[in-house]
């Protein structure tokens, strides 16, 4: 008995002295990844795609919710004719709300939702109000240039309306 209250002892004095260490490197990763999306809206605003990409591994790539994947490659020529064909008529805002970030070593998990509003021409040509929201979990490593996105999954569509109007996303 005398040794598995010994025990139990030392183990609440081992959690008890790294709970802060955790805290700290949690409080620094939140600041340093809050500031990597920050500047990923201001790259946003300004439509530097090639800088958005710099974010990204070579291997990078997403999940989108109906299980399909975009490579780098076709998201760089996807927002690339997004940007330049006038199919984004006006930003009206766009930001990331960090909901989660879990360290693995060299890998940091974020969960954030990406709020975004703006004008865009939809498929009948004409400009529409559109709101789209949705929550993904961004795989992040460690490289020797800092911290570079391998993988978004779409997690879950919180938002999607045009012209204030609910629409269901397309999800099988």
Same mark, same amino acid.
């Given at each position: 008995m005398k040794t598995f209250v010994s025990f %139990? %002892?030392?183990l609440w004095v081992i959690v008890v002295s790294t709970a802060p260490a955790f805290g700290v490197v949690n409080k620094r990763l939140r600041k340093?990844?809050?500031a990597l999306y920050a500047k990923q809206v201001e790259l946003g605003k300004a439509r530097? *795609? +090639?800088? %958005?990409m710099e974010f990204n591994t070579?291997?990078?790539?997403v999940k989108l919710l109906d299980g399909s994947t975009v490579s780098r490659k076709q998201l760089e020529q996807g927002m690339t004719r997004y940007f330049t064909s006038g199919q984004l008529v006006r930003q009206l805002s766009f930001s990331y709300s960090l909901? #989660?970030?879990t360290s693995t070593g060299e890998e940091v998990i974020v969960l954030v939702e990406q709020k975004d509003k703006r004008i865009q021409k939809r #498929?009948?040509?004409k400009p529409h109000k !559109?709101?789209?929201? !949705?929550?993904?979990?961004?795989t992040? *490593? +460690?490289?020797?240039?800092?911290?570079?996105r391998r993988l978004t999954e779409e997690v879950k569509q919180t938002r999607f309306t045009v012209d204030d109007k609910p629409v269901e996303p397309k999800v099988p």
């Open positions: %139990l %002892l030392t340093e990844f809050k530097d *795609v +090639k800088a %958005l070579p291997d990078y790539s909901m #989660r970030i #498929r009948d040509g !559109v709101e789209a929201n !949705v929550i993904h979990r961004d992040w *490593v +460690k490289t020797a240039g800092g911290w570079k």
